[in-house]
């Protein structure tokens, strides 16, 4: 089953170091810019708790794991155990590209810094819920080694 939903398009801001989602091998088919969709896979993807790789500015790739989406305040809470070094790139870092998946289906969205914050007394981040995100469903999903564009 493919979800489809649409709204007005909104400026998604610059890609990671002249790579946009569709460079990365993602169809401009599978962008969500719809805001209910959008709070609804982010929830999920908190739900599940599910890992997810950070790949900053610099082109470095972090990985953590979400704990809360806000919907009332529109932010994700992920997790901030890692190393100190890592953690300063996550909030110094202007671009990040979150990368992850729930249920079979990638998700792939762009935010600005994180924000160090707690969440249940543990050391987390926080970042605003992107105004969009690629969420590309099993069969859809770019094979290793097909090129882009088949």
């Not at 569709?22 to 969709?37: H, K, L, N, Q, V």
């Not at 950070?54 to 190393?83: E, F, K, P």
Request: hydrophobic share 40%.
């Amino acid at each position: 089953m493919h979800v489809h939903l649409m709204m007005a398009p909104t400026d998604p801001g610059p890609p990671i170091d002249g790579h946009s989602a569709t460079s990365a091998g993602i169809d401009d088919d599978f962008r969500m810019e719809d805001r209910a969709g959008i709070e609804a896979i982010l929830g999920d993807i908190a739900w599940l708790r599910a890992a997810l790789s950070v790949h900053t500015q610099s082109g470095n790739v972090v990985g953590t794991r979400a704990m809360h989406a806000d919907i009332r305040r529109r932010r994700l809470v992920v997790d901030r155990g890692m190393q100190a070094s890592d953690e300063d790139e996550l909030v110094t870092s202007t671009i990040n590209r979150f990368e992850g998946a729930i249920r079979g289906a990638s998700v792939v969205f762009e935010t600005g810094p994180l924000r160090k914050t707690r969440y249940k007394g543990k050391l987390a981040f926080e970042v605003p819920f992107p105004v969009l995100l690629y969420y590309v469903q099993g069969a859809h999903q770019r094979q290793p080694g097909v090129p882009v564009g088949i």
